[in-house]
């Protein structure tokens, strides 16, 4: 069969997986061509690998062979790439957040729609093997009813060893829009989507000093709460906390765990696609650990787009969709708003739960 085309736009720190897993290791797609509006990082990136050309993003678009645009480009022009891409006829891929605002992302699933092309987004590790061993188990019932939910991402930001960290503290970043979209995907994939949600947030440090190589020593001044706590109803019933800082010098708390009627399901980091999954239920002496029943558990990124690529050719829908994105997006902008307002906010958006994977034969 052939190959699906797909051109990545945005060709900065995270691109180089994606290069690698949508040219080389993925069988059913392709890197056709590559832009940056820094053309030296694109030329970089394609030089690493055969047949993969240099274009502006225009070229990119007007492309008859490009099915799928590959958006690696930092938050701030999520929106305005995908909406060029779909406009142009093209099914995009973002990496995450979907969008900044919900108008946007709603603007975005609506112009796709009316051009009969997909919008996905990242997280794509819910596809992975760590999360999809937790969903089948929760599914064939090892822990019971799911209960509720706790989930923490905890660290001191990321301007020690990113080289451009400005935009982790503008709008669109923070700890919530910048890692919230990991947990939170992993949570609707293995609970469900959420109804109703409320939050506290704060910024604890309203200037940041870069201490990476090339700024060292430029300030950040940050625009966003960077400690961020939200509390999630979802529809099955389950209630669920969550709390992302980049103000945390250090923790031991889990990543996630899900408590169930029977048992609590201790769900691996889910910004990695395998890891240790372990169950330990009434009676148990100590946790087991479960090994992992699909596949799909070392840096699998571009998995999601593979996975758009197959379903477009099969006429079925793709796991990591718009729709799951936008849902995402609506939570994280409803803790926020929360905060600032001080009440529980129903959520307008809502989503199908993704297929599970296939597990390991
Ligand atoms: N760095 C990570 O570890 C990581 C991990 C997972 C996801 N992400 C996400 O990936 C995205 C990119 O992050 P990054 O760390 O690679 O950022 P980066 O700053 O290293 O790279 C972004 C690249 O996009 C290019 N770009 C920006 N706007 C553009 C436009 N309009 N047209 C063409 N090119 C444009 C920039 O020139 C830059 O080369 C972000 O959404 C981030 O949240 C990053």
Redesign the pocket.
């Known amino acids: 069969m052939a190959k699906t085309k797909v051109g990545i736009?945005?060709?900065?720190?995270?691109?180089g997986i994606y290069f690698k897993n949508l040219h080389t290791v993925f069988d059913n797609v392709t890197v056709a061509c590559c832009?940056?509006?820094?053309q030296d990082?694109a030329r970089a990136k394609a030089g690493e690998y055969e047949g993969v050309r240099v274009v502006s993003?225009d070229e990119m678009l007007a492309d008859p062979e490009v099915a799928i645009v590959v958006n690696?480009?930092?938050?701030?022009?999520?929106y305005?790439?995908a909406r060029q891409a779909v406009d142009a006829g093209k099914s995009v891929h973002n990496?995450?957040?979907l969008t900044l605002t919900r108008d946007e992302g709603r603007a975005l699933l609506d112009a796709a729609a009316a051009n009969g092309v997909r919008v996905g987004t990242?997280p794509d590790t819910f596809m992975g093997g760590g999360i999809q061993t937790c969903r089948k188990l929760i599914d064939d019932g090892a822990i019971g009813t799911p209960i509720g939910a706790q989930a923490f991402m905890l660290c001191h930001g990321h301007e020690s060893w990113?080289?451009?960290p400005e935009?982790y503290y503008k709008a669109g970043g923070g700890p919530m829009f910048?890692m919230g979209p990991y947990y939170l995907t992993a949570l609707v994939s293995l609970l469900g989507p959420a109804k109703r949600v409320t939050g506290s947030a704060r910024i604890s440090f309203p200037e940041r000093t870069i201490t990476s190589e090339k700024k060292r020593g430029t300030t950040i001044e940050v625009d966003v709460p960077t400690h961020v706590t939200g509390v999630m109803d979802f529809a099955n019933g389950a209630v669920g906390t969550i709390v992302t800082s980049f103000d945390v010098w250090a923790a031991s708390t889990p990543c996630i765990e899900i408590f169930g009627s029977e048992g609590t399901l201790s769900v691996p980091d889910p910004n990695s696609f395998g890891g240790k999954v372990r169950l330990r239920r009434p009676g148990d002496d100590g946790w087991q650990e479960i090994a992992l029943t699909h596949g799909n558990a070392e840096n699998a990124r571009g998995v999601g787009v593979a996975d758009m690529a197959s379903a477009i050719e099969t006429g079925t829908s793709h796991r990591a969709s718009g729709d799951l994105g936008y849902h995402v997006l609506d939570i994280m902008h409803a803790f926020h708003d929360a905060s600032g307002e001080g009440r529980h906010i129903e959520l307008a958006s809502t989503c199908e739960r993704p297929e599970p994977m296939p597990p390991l034969a």
């Open positions: 736009v945005g060709c900065g720190n995270i691109s832009a940056d509006l820094d990082r993003l690696l480009t930092t938050p701030q022009g999520h305005a790439v990496e995450k957040p990242a990113h080289p451009d935009f910048d």
